[in-house]
């Protein structure tokens, strides 16, 4: 399957219903659990729309581009489950910002991805559908919490996806699928229509095998929305006009030895390899520190966990979702049906984001981690000041196996090492792949710029691709 961008500059006839009809023929096959909800028969009818607006020169952006959308941004007429039980039959009545963005643009769902449940996990396990597999080995996890979409897009299941990164959920699972997992400026794209996880960290990003296609998907997808409060006004600059052109200053920042020392000796070769290959091309290279690194992870999850267990009070099998029929009184209504509906990671987090919440304990947990918050995003813009990158690894190891760390959840957490600061701070960033270890498994490095520097953040990429 070619990327899109290939496709449309050798463009055959029925070469759109081709594309989705070989990508349903081979999903019977082999389908690596990456999709909830497949959208087979839309897809034909789109498809054959597309190839006539493409034959007779009235083709939109993005005409034709099969699309896979994680199955927590709200699809109209499509289910949409957030890979919940609590919502398992559950179909919006509107389409989310970029879902209708898309469509006007001629881009074609073709499924919604599974993801962990409520985006809430490292490895695509907690799935109330099962667990999501790696196309480069079954037996290995594609990431989380967006593996559906990584692993749709790397088996060429569509030409490109949506996931949403809250701590790294579209850089970690590119980086374990051979994929482009790109996170812009907290704010560039449209949260509406989203399923809240944590809502001052949830961003939107985008899966593809090229920089070209997530070029185009952002152009279309981005921008201000009045149905989204925090959706930004800042100028936003064109992806693809900015792959036209080269950086005009690469000073790159590069985290301490005593921070990388801890990953995966081929990703550390691999890292080098790539840092070499930039001095090469005439980069300087300076040390910087993000400080307090042993509290990335912890002010991560207080935040979030905070955050989700005020975001998924709504879910009460009152309105929409679940109902519980395991009692009849009014009052162990709501609790019956959450304790029914939810898995056991969202429980567990609902109960610490509560804990954190409670009188006694905001200051001493919720209140520290907004200030170490703070002074992350600070050194971001300090660091930002004197580099126009900071290149770092985007996982410490390569895919893990399916059940390797579903018991301990420590180390699940410690999955988002190198990914959670970004969040944090809201800045753009960018997994790229970086080639295979040894044995085949997928290698991502990934880069990062300042606030509302997509455009340099996508030249540097494609300086060392």
Sequence with gaps: MKSYSDLRQSYTDNAIFNEVGSIISRYEHESYNSYITTNFEDALVQAKESDTRIANGTARALEGMIIGVKDNISTKGIKTTAASKILENFTPVYDATVVQRLKDAGGIIIGKANLDEFAMGSSNETSYFGPVKNPYDIERV??????????AVAAKFCHTSLGSDTGGSVRQPAAFTNTYGFKPTYGRISR???????????HIGTFSTTLEDAALLYDVISGNDPMD???SSETNPSLVEALKTS??????????????KDCDSEILERYQEYKQRFIDLGATFKTVTIPHDNAWIPTYYILTSAEASSNLSRYDGVRFGLRSELTNDVIDYVTASRTEGFGKEVKRRIMLGTYVLSSGYYDAYYKKAQQARRIILNSYKEIFSTVDAVFLPTTATPPFKIGEKTNDPISMYLSDYFTASS?????PSISFPAGFTKSGLPIGLQLQTSHFREDLLFQLCAKIR
């Design 247 to 260: 950086p005009t200053s690469m000073v790159i920042g590069e985290l301490p030895d005593a921070i990388l």
């Design 192 to 202: 509406y229509g989203l399923f809240a996880f944590a809502s001052s960290l949830d």
């Design 142 to 151: 594609p990431g989380g919490s967006s593996g559906g979409s990584a692993a």
């Design 423 to 427: 969040p944090l701070a809201g800045n």
């Design 229 to 231: 409060a925090t959706a």
